[in-house]
């Protein structure tokens, strides 16, 4: 009798920790956020239809987005290698190429308006104390601004890669690839790290992401972190959520609001599992294997054990 009280309290304790502590306490010291499925509601939707072929003009011309960005499927080289451009900006300009295919569509349109706006980073970059945030905003060519916009996305669009080609490499590469290194699949803010064959070689490409990463650290105030296991550390709806929107974890951060759009997003995070679990697929696949050959064991097991006891009876 008195054993079953001391377990029925025993139960009583365990289960109110588990179900009421522990949640409580984790609540309090990890912030949950809600995925808000990467639709920026807070940015006004594109009211014209953009016509590609002005865009493409507006773009290489009139914008002079190609004064500070690359578009290498446009044949349009980066105007300085991403040391100096570094130097310049505080972080290599991404290549366009492929914006269409990872950004959202309304954010980039009011990236191409307002950048310190859009990246949510207007803490650091007030027009009116004069701090410019290093992409500078479109005014407008004289047309209809919201039309030459809409027209810019629609060329950016009609260049990039088709969504079932966006590699989880392309998307971030593009979209995180200029702030963070990933050690593990031997990415750095430069680009992948190359096989030298000389030791000189690689000491002196070592250098040139030193250089770039001191211009990173002089723009962000820290040196933005190596993601090659953070889907470990922090886990896949933390950098959902985190990417989505980097103020609802850290107030006042650095890091921009990328504006990656969802597909884009979930790209990001199958090239963080791959790089944070190398080994992943490898497992996946022997996995199969091992289910296979316990279904075929299992049935000579119950064979063996019919007849031990055919020969019994
Ligand atoms: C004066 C140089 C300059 C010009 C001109 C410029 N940009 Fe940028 N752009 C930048 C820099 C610098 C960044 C990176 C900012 C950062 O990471 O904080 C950037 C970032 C971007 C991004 C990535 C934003 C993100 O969310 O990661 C896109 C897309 C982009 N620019 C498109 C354009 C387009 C389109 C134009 C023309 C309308 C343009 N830019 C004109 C300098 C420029
Ligand atoms: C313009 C530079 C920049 C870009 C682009 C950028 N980040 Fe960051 N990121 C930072 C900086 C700076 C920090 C450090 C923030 C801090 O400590 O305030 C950071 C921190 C992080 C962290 C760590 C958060 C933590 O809990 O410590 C994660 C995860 C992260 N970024 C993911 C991403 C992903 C994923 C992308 C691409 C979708 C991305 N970042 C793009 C600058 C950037």
């Not at 939707?45 to 500070?68: F, I, P, Q, S």
């Not at 260049?159 to 998307?171: R, S």
């Not at 080994?279 to 022997?286: A, D, I, N, S």
Request: one cysteine or more.
């Amino acid at each position: 009798m008195k054993e079953l009280l001391i377990l029925v309290v025993v139960t009583i304790f365990t289960l109110a920790t588990y179900y009421l502590v522990e949640p409580f306490a984790h609540s309090q010291m990890h912030k949950h956020v809600e995925s808000e499925h990467f639709a920026y509601n807070d940015l006004p939707k594109l009211t014209a239809t953009g016509d590609a072929t002005r865009g493409a003009e507006l773009v290489m011309g009139g914008a002079g987005c190609t004064g500070c960005h690359s578009i290498d499927v446009a044949g349009m080289p980066a105007p300085m290698d991403a040391v100096t451009a570094a130097a310049s900006y505080g972080v290599n300009p991404p290549d366009l190429s492929n914006a269409g295919a990872v950004y959202d569509a309304k954010f980039l349109a009011e990236l191409i308006k307002n950048p310190a706006h859009a990246l949510l980073v207007e803490h650091k970059f007030d027009m009116d104390k004069g701090q410019m945030h290093p992409m500078v905003a479109f005014y407008g060519t004289g047309g209809d601004l919201d039309q030459e916009v809409a027209d810019m996305v629609a060329y950016l669009q009609s260049i990039a890669v088709k969504p079932e080609e966006l590699t989880p490499a392309i998307a971030y590469e593009t979209v995180c690839g200029r702030c963070h290194a990933n050690h593990y699949a031997k990415w750095t803010q430069i680009g992948t790290t190359p096989t030298f064959k000389y030791e000189k070689e690689s000491l002196a490409f070592q250098i040139q992401v030193l250089e770039y990463q001191d211009s990173l650290v002089k723009y962000m105030g820290t040196l933005p972190p190596d993601l090659s296991i953070y889907i470990r550390s922090r886990g896949e709806h933390y950098i959902e959520t985190f990417m989505e929107n980097p103020q609802n974890y850290l107030k006042g951060t650095a890091m921009p609001r990328v504006g990656v759009n969802k597909h884009a997003a979930e790209q990001v995070i199958e090239y963080l599992k791959d790089s944070g679990d190398a080994k992943r697929h490898e497992r996946e696949e022997v996995g199969k294997y091992v289910m296979i050959f316990m279904v075929i064991f299992a049935i000579f097991a119950i064979l063996w054990k019919k007849q031990v006891w055919r020969d019994l009876h």
